[in-house]
Every structure is written in C-alpha cells, then in structure tokens.
C-alpha cells in the first residue's frame, strides 16, 4: 500500500498505519514561495503558489524493521491495539496533476496558500506544535501553517494565531471564517495535515500524530 492507496482512503490507510511527512527538497516542490513579508509580531509571512505545469506525488518509505505489505492480519493487529505499520512520506516530481497540494513549513514563518480549481487532496507538515487554519471565503479556500519556534506552549501558539490573524486581514479574508487545528486540541505529538475535497466542492481536514507514548490518533478538524 503505497500513497496512492493513502490518497483514496485515507480512513482505511491510517488504520493500521502510522504516517509522517517529511520536508522535501526544493526541486521536488510544484509550489512557488513569494517572498517573505514581515509581520508585526516579528515573524514572516510567505505565500506559495501552484507552479504551472510542475506537478508533485509523494514516495512513501518503510520503516526500519517494518513489514513492506500490510497483511489483512497485520491489519487487524493494529485494531486490535497490536502496532501500526511505520510511513513516511515525502514529496516528489510526478508527471501528471494527481491533485496533491503541499504546504511546507517554514521557521518562524506563516506559510499560506489558496487552493486552485484542480486540487483535490492537500497536505502540510511536518507539525509539532505549529498551527494550521484554514479559511473560505469568496469561493476560495485558504490554509496557513504557521510557527513560533521562539516562545514555547500557550505563548507560542498565541503568536501562531496572531500571525494567521494578520494574514488573514491583508487578504481580507474575515477572521471568523477560520477553522484552527492546535497542539494539544488537533493533535498531540509529531503529525502532519491533511484534507480530501468531497462532494459539492467541500473540503475536509484531519490532523494525523504520534504521541511519545507511540499512540496515533486521526482527527477531523474542520469541514469548510
């Protein structure tokens, strides 16, 4: 089970899987950053746009000592409490639009970006205390991921907030459309984002982590 098989199931696939994202070389990127622009916090802002015609998958990897196929009784060993399979994911160069958007992460930045006509499925991280949100307004939807690697716990998060928050007012995009997904309220532990568009244009995101007592937990946070 590879990401394809991620992509169209995703309930089914973090099942019996344990997945991470990991951060990707530039040229394996299909998005292009603007350039940063300060905020009044002291952090950055950067907008990512879709390149045109450069389009990304991701090459999922198998952790060290883990099974390469997921067996319908290794399946049922992670129901039954027994261990999850180890993914990582990361980007890499496709040939053809799957419909994947990522967001990477940046230090101290909030990284931003508006889903075009074509996605279908989005991703951002890795996240271990960074706040995401995301936004529709005008038709349009918005993610941000943003992080505070200065302060630490609430103090950090407010400033995650604040900066999304003064994003979100140079684009005019109302604060009361954001929907947020925080550490210890979204997930809990190293994880990433992801989120599916369904029927009707609607789009739906979950945090997927793993906690350092090695339990994963897949949560929907927002339906906008």
């Known amino acids: 089970m590879g990401f394809a098989s991620f992509m169209n199931d995703p309930k089914s696939y973090l099942g019996?899987?344990?997945a991470?994202?990991?951060?990707?070389?530039?040229?394996a990127l299909a998005s292009q950053a603007g350039g940063a622009v300060a905020l009044l916090n002291g952090k950055h802002s950067v907008l990512y746009t879709q390149a045109p015609a450069v389009f990304i998958s991701m090459i999922h990897t198998v952790g060290s000592g883990q099974a390469i196929h997921s067996s319908n009784m290794v399946a049922l060993g992670a129901k039954l409490g027994m261990g999850r399979i180890q993914r990582s994911f990361q980007?890499?160069?496709?040939?053809?639009?799957?419909?994947?958007?990522?967001?990477?992460?940046?230090?101290?930045?909030c990284t931003?970006?508006?889903?075009?006509?074509?996605?279908?499925?989005?991703?951002?991280?890795?996240l271990s205390g960074c706040t995401i949100a995301a936004a529709r307004h005008a038709g349009?939807?918005?993610?941000?991921?943003?992080?505070?690697?200065?302060?630490?716990?609430?103090?950090?998060?407010?400033?995650?907030?604040a900066s999304i928050v003064e994003v979100c007012n140079t684009l005019a995009i109302p604060v009361g459309n954001l929907r947020y997904c925080e550490y210890?309220?979204?997930?809990?532990?190293?994880?990433?984002?992801?989120?599916?568009?369904?029927?009707?244009?609607?789009?739906?995101?979950?945090?997927?982590?793993?906690?350092?007592?090695n339990q994963t937990n897949t949560r929907k946070w927002a339906e906008i």
């Open 20 to 27: 991470e994202i990991r951060n990707a070389p530039p040229s």
């Open 91 to 109: 980007p890499i160069p496709s040939g053809a639009d799957i419909g994947l958007r990522y967001l990477p992460f940046q230090e101290n930045h």
């Open 140 to 161: 349009a939807v918005t993610l941000f991921h943003s992080n505070d690697n200065v302060g630490t716990g609430v103090v950090a998060r407010l400033t995650q907030r």
């Open 112 to 126: 931003y970006m508006r889903l075009d006509g074509a996605a279908t499925f989005f991703i951002t991280g890795p």
């Open 16 to 18: 019996h899987h344990r």
């Open 184 to 213: 210890q309220t979204a997930y809990d532990g190293l994880g990433f984002v992801f989120g599916r568009r369904r029927n009707a244009g609607v789009w739906k995101f979950y945090a997927h982590a793993t906690n350092l007592t």
